[in-house]
């Protein structure tokens, strides 16, 4: 008898616990302010749509993969047929640390260290599940953007030939398998975020030396030949 | 012109296979142009993939490297830190024959024959080729470092190609007596990987502080600077202080001979009892490049837009073996020149469309756990030699999450230039 109570009142712990994070434990407002963390790749709101990163509307308690259209990477393809469901502690496993909950994602972030800072994102990202009608009648939260470019340079479509020939510059570090380890996926973005993300570097906007200097001499065509070749890599 | 002159070497092919081996016989008859690749590295491994992967079929790659698994001499250091295994330098050719249809042949070449364009092996075979590209990395200088040869490369090893002579060197770091010395004879330039030297530096303190405190690493360099010096003398400091003593040129650093009977190493006269001598000799092209009779002094010249020799329009040199102007000798640099290499013989050999040369090079170091460092260029093809455009460096007292970044980042470069060579 005594083993059974125990067993019930870790259970009754347990959800507590659980309880305790979801609805309690986040400031959603804080929240938000470190979702910009995320906002380069992922959209969440009225309106997200996929971007580098698949959009995060409904995400609570959807099977891993969901996004319609999406590209995911085999790793992520590989949880999902494993069964993966964003619960909180999932998405909370995820966001500590991505690659050791699926391995080879192309999700490259490394991950928030501080249980306060994930719980502050979940329940961030919680006020656009559970209920669509709970979704903000408010552009996306998310602005994919941290840097602006001239339309006509966005409107340059890449030759794709050309822009495999450039990628061995970028392939001597980033793997066209979409692996992110160190050095981050740069396979299957929207065209507009990676010529975006590259002009970030070019101007010297987004600082990393490496990244710098190699975007640094490529031109406008070169940079779109580049996003239509990854765009579409296989 | 070109038809005939592929129809002939077509027929000059089939004659050597009677004799070759059953290994260098295709159905369709050597109809295709032909590249023979020697040395499976960072330069050959990547000219193979890249022109089988882009040529679909329409090019015979044939590589020659004798060692079947290849440790990247790039990280080796990391292992003598006790960063990584041995294992995980270790990679095989298995995805470049069978994804890649590259012949892959573990031999050595021995002999080339420029007037008939054939490659021959220790093993005995005699490869024709249309162009070929050699990428053998480096030997050393006979008499370099006055008392050692290769035959003392026991006793002092050079570990400077990654594999037994890096085993053996961590091997005797570890048996180190309690206050012993480490002694290391640095190269003169030009040398492959210009910050190895220094961050073996690093990682040795490393293993040192951890096991054999006490212990004194004691540096003979024949050059007045060295690469990221600043970094390394700022992290020696941080790190390691007291431990490592550096005697330059100033100070006989450049008049040095070693004992490997006695164990002394001798810098400008005095002599010096030693626990373990790292000579590490000046260098020179691998073999095969002088014995096809394209050095000139140490080095192979090329022309920078396409890795072609000076002296020979059907022969590209890649990466430490080549003399091509300002890149530094480095696996970063080797792949970089391949992909370039690559794309000039595809179009000189199938009229593929071949692309303006363009180069980059970044190498990163570690000092100390979780404390990595890097400096990078990126240059272009001039008629006189691969110029640099511009670069970068890391900086004394960058904070330590950008160390971090830094180092985490060379890991995933590890990854990723290791999957742009072996697939």
């Known amino acids: 008898m005594s083993s059974l109570r125990n067993t019930i009142s870790t259970v009754a712990i347990a959800a507590f616990a659980a309880v305790a994070h979801a609805d309690v434990g986040g400031d959603a407002e804080r929240g938000e302010n470190l979702f910009r963390q995320c906002s380069g790749c992922h959209q969440v709101g009225a309106g997200a749509e996929d971007r580098v990163g698949p959009h995060l509307n409904g995400i609570f308690d959807s099977p891993a993969g969901d996004s319609e259209g999406y590209r995911y990477s085999n790793g992520m393809e590989r949880a999902a047929a494993g069964g993966l469901i964003w619960t909180y502690e999932t998405l909370d496993a995820y966001i500590k640390d991505p690659r050791s909950l699926v391995s080879q994602t192309r999700m490259s972030f490394g991950g928030f260290d501080d249980q306060q800072d994930r719980d502050d994102v979940l329940a961030f990202l919680r006020r656009f599940s559970d209920n669509p009608q709970d979704i903000p009648e408010s552009a996306p939260t998310a602005v994919a953007v941290d840097h602006e470019i001239a339309p006509e340079i966005l409107a340059i479509v890449g030759d794709p030939a050309y822009g495999e020939y450039l990628s061995g510059e970028c392939t001597a570090c980033h793997q066209t398998s979409g692996a992110a380890n160190g050095i981050p996926s740069i396979t299957h973005w929207p065209s507009e975020d990676f010529v975006i993300a590259m002009h970030a570097y070019k101007d010297g906007v987004r600082q990393h030396p490496v990244m710098q200097m190699m975007a640094g001499r490529l031109s406008n065509e070169e940079i779109a030949a580049l996003a239509a070749y990854f765009k579409d890599i296989e | ?423």
Not at chain 2, 46 to 73: F, H, M, Q
Not at chain 2, 140 to 165: I, T
């Open chain 2, 1 to 423: 012109m070109k038809l005939n002159r592929r129809a002939f070497i077509g027929t000059a092919a089939a004659a050597a296979g009677t004799f070759a081996a059953p290994l260098l016989v295709r159905a369709d008859g050597h109809a295709k142009p032909r590249v023979v690749i020697v040395g499976g590295g960072a330069g050959g491994a990547t000219a193979a993939r890249y022109i089988a992967k882009d040529s679909n079929g329409e090019i015979d790659v044939t590589l020659i490297e004798p060692t079947r698994t290849y440790y990247t001499c790039f990280f080796s250091n990391l292992y003598l830190g006790g960063f990584r295994t041995m294992d995980s330098l270790g990679h095989s050719y298995g995805t470049l024959a069978a994804e890649y249809g590259i012949n892959v042949v573990h031999d050595w070449a021995t002999g080339v024959d420029r007037d008939a364009k054939t490659v021959t092996t220790a093993g005995g075979y005699t490869i024709p080729y249309d162009r070929l590209i050699l990428s053998p990395g480096i030997d050393f200088v006979d008499g370099a470092v006055a008392g050692w040869d290769v035959s003392s490369q026991n006793a002092m090893p050079h570990a400077y190609k990654a594999g037994s002579q890096t085993e053996l060197l961590r091997a005797q770091i570890e048996a180190m007596p309690q206050g012993g010395t480490y002694a290391m004879v640095a190269p003169p330039n030009p040398f492959r990987c210009p910050p190895g030297p220094y961050e073996r530096i690093s990682m040795v303190a490393h293993m040192l502080k951890e096991n054999n405190p006490t212990a004194k690493i004691l540096i003979a360099d024949p050059k007045e600077k060295f690469s990221k010096q600043g970094l390394f003398e700022d992290g020696w400091s941080t790190h390691y202080a007291g431990m490592i003593e550096r005697v330059g040129p100033d100070f006989g650093g450049d008049n040095v001979e070693v004992d490997p009977n006695a164990m002394t190493l001798s810098i400008d006269g005095e002599v010096t009892n030693v626990d373990v001598c790292n000579v590490i000799p000046a260098m020179k092209a691998g073999k095969i490049a002088e014995i096809a009779g394209i050095t000139e002094g140490n080095w192979a010249p090329v022309n920078a837009a396409d890795l072609s020799s000076k002296m020979d329009e059907n022969i590209h040199i890649l990466g430490d073996a080549c003399a091509q102007g300002d890149m530094p000798k480095s696996g970063f640099s080797a792949n970089s020149q391949a992909k370039v290499c690559a794309n000039a013989v595809r179009g000189a050999l199938t009229g593929s469309t071949v692309f303006p040369a363009r180069f980059a090079n970044t190498c990163w170091s570690l000092i100390d756990t979780n404390d990595g460092v890097k400096v990078g260029a990126s240059y272009e093809a001039t008629d006189e030699k691969i110029a640099k455009v511009d670069g970068f460096i890391s900086e004394v007292g960058e904070s330590a999450d950008v160390r971090q970044a830094t180092f985490e980042e060379s890991v995933g470069w590890y990854d990723g230039i290791t999957a742009d060579m072996f697939g």
